[in-house]
């Protein structure tokens, strides 16, 4: 600590001395104009854009990143010979059934759910027509949806449909066996696989 104050006395003393030095006239001096620190206090902040003078840009375009740069999308030189077979994939992918892909299907719990409302809505009206419609587009966007397999069946119980209601009736209770509407669809089941509806189907 005492030599650190010891190199700063000395250092304050020699610049005092040159700053009386009688050799270095006082009319010659000037402000150093590579001295690091500024005359003034400079504006570092960005322009606004409401400050900024359009007609003083010039007409120079310059470098833009929007879409009209163009990029390059070429392959690399070598691609097709250091993977010769890419372009089958392509091809499996864009064929209808081949190659190894699974068919795409819809996800829409909230589509499926408005599909119900719908049908819902055609059912009490009797138009079960329209109804099955509904719950069938209902079960493409959720194929497990055991609400619409029930109405479905239902449904096509009552356009005397029954094996295609015993179908969606089973579907229902493989997915809620003790749901709501089970016991329902366990009676349905019962009666469609009775011999009276067996000899009630239409030819």
């Given at each position: 600590?005492r030599?650190?104050?010891m190199?700063?006395?000395l250092?304050?003393?020699?610049?005092a001395?040159?700053?009386?030095?009688?050799?270095?006239?006082?009319?010659?001096?000037?402000?150093?104009?590579t001295?690091s620190?500024?005359?003034h206090?400079?504006?570092?902040a960005?322009?606004?854009?409401?400050?900024v003078?359009?007609?003083s840009l010039?007409?120079?375009?310059?470098?833009?990143?929007?879409?009209?740069?163009?990029?390059?999308?070429?392959?690399?030189?070598?691609?097709?010979k250091?993977?010769?077979?890419?372009?089958d994939v392509?091809?499996?992918?864009s064929?209808?059934?081949?190659?190894?892909?699974?068919?795409?299907?819809?996800?829409?719990?909230?589509?499926?759910?408005?599909?119900?409302?719908?049908?819902d809505?055609?059912?009490k009206r009797?138009?079960?027509m329209?109804?099955?419609?509904r719950?069938?587009e209902?079960?493409v966007?959720?194929?497990?949806?055991?609400?619409?397999?029930?109405?479905?069946a239902?449904?096509?119980?009552?356009?005397?449909?029954?094996?295609e209601?015993?179908?969606?009736?089973?579907?229902?209770?493989?997915?809620?066996?003790?749901?709501?509407?089970?016991a329902e669809?366990?009676?349905?089941?019962?009666?469609l696989?009775?011999?009276a509806?067996?000899?009630?189907?239409?030819?």
């Amino acid at each position: 600590m005492r030599s650190f104050l010891m190199v700063l006395l000395l250092g304050v003393g020699f610049a005092a001395a040159q700053n009386s030095s009688p050799s270095a006239p006082a009319k010659s001096q000037k402000p150093n104009s590579t001295s690091s620190a500024p005359a003034h206090n400079p504006n570092l902040a960005p322009p606004r854009s409401d400050s900024v003078d359009a007609a003083s840009l010039g007409d120079d375009r310059g470098d833009s990143s929007s879409k009209d740069t163009q990029i390059d999308l070429s392959p690399p030189p070598n691609d097709a010979k250091d993977h010769p077979d890419s372009s089958d994939v392509l091809k499996d992918e864009s064929s209808s059934g081949g190659g190894d892909t699974t068919e795409f299907h819809l996800w829409d719990p909230h589509k499926a759910a408005k599909d119900i409302e719908v049908g819902d809505y055609y059912f009490k009206r009797k138009n079960y027509m329209g109804a099955e419609s509904r719950y069938r587009e209902a079960l493409v966007y959720k194929d497990n949806d055991a609400v619409a397999m029930y109405k479905l069946a239902v449904c096509l119980e009552k356009m005397n449909r029954p094996d295609e209601a015993l179908s969606q009736y089973e579907g229902y209770l493989k997915i809620l066996p003790y749901g709501p509407e089970a016991a329902e669809a366990r009676k349905a089941i019962e009666r469609l696989k009775s011999p009276a509806a067996a000899s009630a189907k239409p030819n």
